[in-house]
């Protein structure tokens, strides 16, 4: 099993940015699953944010497109979650999550980092 972790959290302005990064604590390559962003707020269920399969293909929640970018770099060893814009409804602990491609949960998760948005 791969021990995911998650830094980059923090406090911001509302309008603000910040930059997730995610990857393996061995630092071993991602390539060859899905990986993912999931968020969740306290009394909040958890939320997917966006995702990235094997494949290179990207998904976001209407809630931040236009406004958050998932990417990786060429190795695949990290991978990014880019948040401009920022509001205060975005505040939650952010998780990176991976799987094998295909249609099943996601079964591997880091530990999350704090994301706060003042108003």
């Known amino acids: 099993q791969v021990q995911l972790i998650e830094s980059g959290g923090g406090l911001v302005q509302a309008g603000g940015s910040l930059r997730l990064s995610c990857a393996a604590a061995?630092?071993?390559?991602?390539?060859?699953?899905?990986i993912a962003w999931f968020r969740q707020a306290p009394g909040k269920e958890r939320e997917l944010v966006a995702s990235?399969?094997?494949?290179?293909?990207?998904f976001y929640a209407g809630s931040v497109q236009g406004r958050f970018t998932i990417s990786t770099t060429s190795a695949r060893t990290t991978v990014y979650l880019q948040m401009n814009s920022l509001r205060p409804e975005d505040t939650a602990v952010y998780y990176c999550a991976m799987k094998r491609p295909g249609p099943r949960d996601y079964d591997n998760w880091g530990q999350g980092t704090q994301v706060t948005v003042s108003s």
């Open positions: 990235m399969t094997y494949s290179s293909r990207l």
């Open positions: 061995s630092g071993r390559p991602l390539s060859g699953f899905d």
